[in-house]
């Protein structure tokens, strides 16, 4: 029976079902499509971690930082740009690590 997917997958998962004897389609994406699906697909891990049991986060995380990864790659950006940038960030506003929850401003 066929099941249908139209999302972005990890590059084996194509070897690792054929290995199963499975037939599929596949499609390539060009760059923009591709950058649109990473973004799907961020949102999907993002879902996913929050709904993680406490011993499948790590899986979860590892899961946000290869998308990030790839994002990354797509923008044509360099990580120690977007840690420097997330540095300044942290200085001009914070981080979250002092767990502050905003209720109301008048």
Known sequence: MRKYFNKL???RIPEIIQAEGRTFQLETLDNGAYLAALMQKLIEEAEELAAASPEKRKEE?????EVLD?????????RV???AEQRRRRA????FFERIKLLWVE
Do not use: K, M, N, W
């Open 92 to 95: 001009e506003r914070g981080s």
């Open 61 to 65: 995380l590892a899961d946000i930082l």
């Open 9 to 11: 997958v990890r590059d």
């Open 81 to 83: 740009e977007i840690l």
């Open 70 to 78: 790839a994002i990354v790659v797509t923008l044509d950006y360099d």
